[in-house]
């Protein structure tokens, strides 16, 4: 027992969760069909472009030439097991990206050597820093026309805001990149076809390397204060401590380390998976995760004999089932037992517990602390739920869930096959909680709401082709907000309800005023007017006041609600009469407030060709849209602009037109300005 324990905890010590990060069309699952490769997992090259690759499995992916779903694979690397996850590029699959990270410990960014920091990757970098995985970075694209590794680098110190510690020095340019120099051992990797070898620096970048080697130490030694003191005795940091303060630096988010290469001609990559190996922690090097056991924080450090809990962070329904993907915090999972949902209390049973590949698996019998792994047998868990075991509950943080922005009206084409509508809508909201379904009050009308006007078409798209539906959607419509402009002070509300029996009364107070953030409640109720525990009743009272704003029936944000007095009746007083009063009270103090419409907004960056820059431009300011800079790159133009969200439908087909096809845009929904009057 002690030895396979033994063995269980090195084989922990090797492992290494890692996610692939970027923007659209940066190399993200070329990157990750290269990784396979190399690794013996696959023995053929997938390619993006002939929709052959092995993350890209789904038939929207292949048609459309993107990720779209966060897809996971297993491979192996000089004796360490790595769990890949492929994430998608696209603002609207953010939220896979989110589910992702939340179960990783580290991540490799990839960056466009033409293009830098692009909006996106900008965006899942932020996505990492809240979450706080450590992070190397890879210039991809190396062999491209106008490739920059020095640019790119500029980039991504000027607009992430990090220290990036280049390690590698690019051989030759454009297409005439043929390898790298790893500055910290002076020695150089050259490509030819399938094969690579490693020898001298060449003599004409001898000095260059020995300039560049040098950067990176004082650069390490600003940071890592056992490098500097070597620095100090000895004018230079050997290879050994170099690794080692990289390590600290890239654990600690101190630094970044960048590699460079180009994955779709197999050039960079074997350094990339060294680089993983030595600078991304394993599950026992990231600090114990935190959960909650009756109201008390706890810690679970990645240990396979502590109790067992796991995060479930995507459902996927199947041909052949319903399958949960899980990461695996602490303890040891076997098949056939039972484990329980800590939200629910409700138990579930293992039935099989399945190494992922893509859409492939391969069953396995147990998984321990720090696995990704697909289990089969659970029914009723959702995303972000926790399967722990039920003699040590314990509820894990789940991923936070992005609030949809935009909605489309979706009915079956046939009224016999509303039902299964019903049913296909109701497993698309399980396997994807960014996606949410209710119905128009008014218009009795199912609405579809997601990220994007691309994440409701592929969801609409995946109901046709999953569920054999026909289904008529209606045009987008972007979701509002409501916000208080001017607010009101003592506005008295009383509650009183006489039906026979045990009546209800509650008395509140509130003053209704704008914030910044999306809500707070406060009480400052003195004398004990209103007792601690109607104080809570009335702020969920006035949670479910949000819901639905006097304007239209939107939700309402950036509200700050203070209860300033109240009164109580000896009978006939309780948390429901204060939550109705609360409830009902807001509602009549929004109504007497000057409220403002909001609607969302997004950050549009557009790459034209420089003779139809006039015209976008113009198309752009009759869309209501706001230019906030101009970047000119040899042949075209980069044009950044904040746009209203309903001013964007339709504009991919109107800029192509603009554009006889050569203009291409990105955008990501920024937040919420108050809406013209109409």
Known sequence: MRTSNLHQNRLLSGLRNVGIL?????????????????????????????????????????????TIFAAAVSCDWDGHPINLIDTPGHVDFSDEVERSLRVLDGAVALFDAVAGVEPQSESVWRQAD????????????????????????????????????????????????????????????VWSDDTFVV??????????????????????????????????????????????????????????????????????????????????????????VLGMANGVVQERAADPLAPFAALVFKVNSTATGRLTYLRVYSGTMRKGDTVMDAGTGRTERISRILRVQADEHAEVQQAVAGDIVAVVGPKHARSGAT????????????????????????????????????????????????????????????????LGELHLEVAVEKVRRTHGLEVVVGRPQVTYRETVGRGVSGMVYRHVKQDGGAGQFAQITLDVEPLE???????????????????????????????????????????????????????????????????????????????????PVTEVTATVPEDAMGGVLGDLAARRGRISGTTARPGTMVIVATVPLAELFGYATRLRSRTQGRGTFTSRTTGYVPAPAK
């Open 22 to 66: 970027a923007h659209v069309d940066a190399g993200k699952t070329t990157v990750t069909e290269r990784i396979l490769y190399l690794t013996g997992t696959t023995h053929k090259r997938g390619e993006v472009h002939d929709g052959t690759t092995v993350t890209d499995f789904d038939s929207q992916e292949r048609d459309r030439g993107i």
């Open 130 to 189: 809240r979450h706080g995985v450590p992070r190397i970075a890879f210039v991809n694209k190396m062999d491209r026309p106008g490739a920059d590794l020095d640019a790119a680098v500029a980039s991504i110190r000027e607009r992430l805001h990090v220290t990036p510690l280049v390690v590698q020095l690019p051989i030759g340019s454009e297409a005439g990149f043929s390898g790298v120099i790893d500055l910290i051992t002076l020695r150089a990797y």
């Open 199 to 288: 020898g001298l620096v060449p003599d004409d970048l001898l000095e260059q390397a020995k300039q560049r080697r040098r950067l990176l130490e004082e650069s390490v030694a600003e940071l890592h204060p056992v490098a500097l003191d070597e620095f100090y005795a000895r004018s230079t940091v050997s290879a050994k401590t170099l690794v080692a303060a990289l390590r600290d630096l890239t654990r600690a988010g101190t630094g970044v380390v960048v590699l460079c290469g180009s994955a779709y001609r197999n050039r960079g990559i074997e350094p990339l998976l060294d680089a993983v190996v030595a600078y991304l922690p394993s599950p026992q090097e990231v600090p114990a």
């Open 387 to 450: 399967l722990c075991a039920p003699t040590a509950p314990l509820v894990l943080e789940p991923p936070t869930v992005a609030d949809p922005v935009v909605s489309v009206a979706v009915e079956a084409r046939r009224s016999t096959d509303s039902d299964r509508l019903t049913s296909a809508l109701t497993r698309l909201v399980e396997e994807d909680p960014s996606l949410t379904v209710r119905t128009d009050s008014e218009t009795g009308q199912t609405l579809l709401s997601g």
């Open 517 to 599: 953030e999306e809500f707070e409640f406060r009480s400052v109720v003195i004398g004990g007017r209103v007792p601690q525990e109607y104080v809570r009743a009335v702020e969920a009272g006035c949670r479910d006041a949000l819901a639905e704003g006097p304007l239209g029936g939107h939700p309402v944000t950036g509200v700050r609600v203070t209860l300033t007095d109240g009164a109580t009746h000896p009978k006939d007083s309780s948390e429901m009469a204060f939550r109705t009063a609360g409830r009902l009270g807001l509602r009549a103090a929004l109504r007497a407030s000057a409220m403002v419409l909001l609607e």
